[in-house]
């Protein structure tokens, strides 16, 4: 139990830290320069003890090191050749870069926001009634549709914040429309080769952590970065980020009349 209660407080610190920046840009018009960096960390440490704890560790780890080594490898040749999201290039304030093209940050980022996504599409591939390879690619196909609705609120957010820039700004909101392509192929890549190594890996998922958890975390970080959209005058982003995600959070805390046994008897 003191796995699921240290979970329950990264989470909990997630949404606090979410608010806390919500409130500074409020108020003085901008968060501390390290309230990204580690909100990202807190919410990527809840990932892997959720991630941990209910699918066991093999099977936890098994997609936070995919995720990052995918996520790592699209991302570095996307800034090096523009091929993958378009023309682009980060900035210093995500800090250190792995050969100068990427912060260190980012791999965190893509599992932290990947994992909160596949656990919503795949409860929903469950509900379906799906199995085997068709609930994996179903998993994957629409972890992807989640995740990059993620970005539509975000990413003009963070290029307004200084944190990357687009060399060549495209028709939404300045974001060239290959990104959100880029995402969603990132992202089906990662999930693709989990869902096969999952396999290899064995393992039952376990009843020690909530299916709501990673909704929450998923909610409060969409919540927080539509509200900063309005917040610096970004409301177009921000009423298309309300329609995108706002979907996934509603299917993901719905009962699942799959689990509902199991669910009903566990408390957040």
Request: glycine share 12%.
């Amino acid at each position: 139990m003191t796995l699921r209660k240290a979970t329950i407080g990264l989470l909990a610190l997630s949404v606090a830290l979410n608010l806390v920046g919500i409130g500074f840009l409020a108020t003085v018009g901008h968060p501390p320069a390290l309230l990204t960096p580690l909100t990202t960390l807190v919410t990527f440490a809840f990932a892997v003890l959720h991630a941990g704890g209910s699918l066991g560790w093999r099977r936890g780890i098994g997609p936070l090191v995919i995720v990052a080594v995918t996520g790592l490898a699209f991302e570095s040749i996307g800034v090096a050749t523009g091929a993958v999201y378009g023309p682009y290039h980060y900035t210093a304030k995500l800090g250190p870069k792995f050969l100068d093209l990427v912060p260190f940050l980012i791999p965190v980022a893509w599992f932290m926001m990947i994992y909160l996504s596949f656990r919503i599409a795949n409860d929903l591939a469950d509900r379906w009634g799906l199995r085997g390879f068709w609930q994996d690619l179903a998993a994957a196909g629409l972890g992807a549709v989640a995740m990059t609705a993620c970005d539509l609120a975000m990413d003009p957010m963070m290029v307004a914040a200084g944190h990357w820039v687009w060399e060549k700004p495209g028709p939404y909101f300045g974001i060239p429309l290959q990104n959100f392509w880029g995402w969603w192929l990132t992202t089906f890549t990662a999930l693709g080769l989990y869902g096969l190594l999952q396999r290899w890996l064995g393992g039952r998922n376990r009843p020690l952590m909530t299916s709501a958890m990673p909704v929450i975390a998923y909610a409060a970080m969409g919540a927080s970065t539509i509200a900063a959209d309005f917040l610096i005058g970004l409301g177009g982003p921000g009423m298309v980020g309300i329609f995108a995600m706002l979907p996934w959070i509603g299917v993901g805390l719905s009962p699942n009349p799959q689990t509902r046994s199991t669910i009903s008897s566990e408390k957040i």
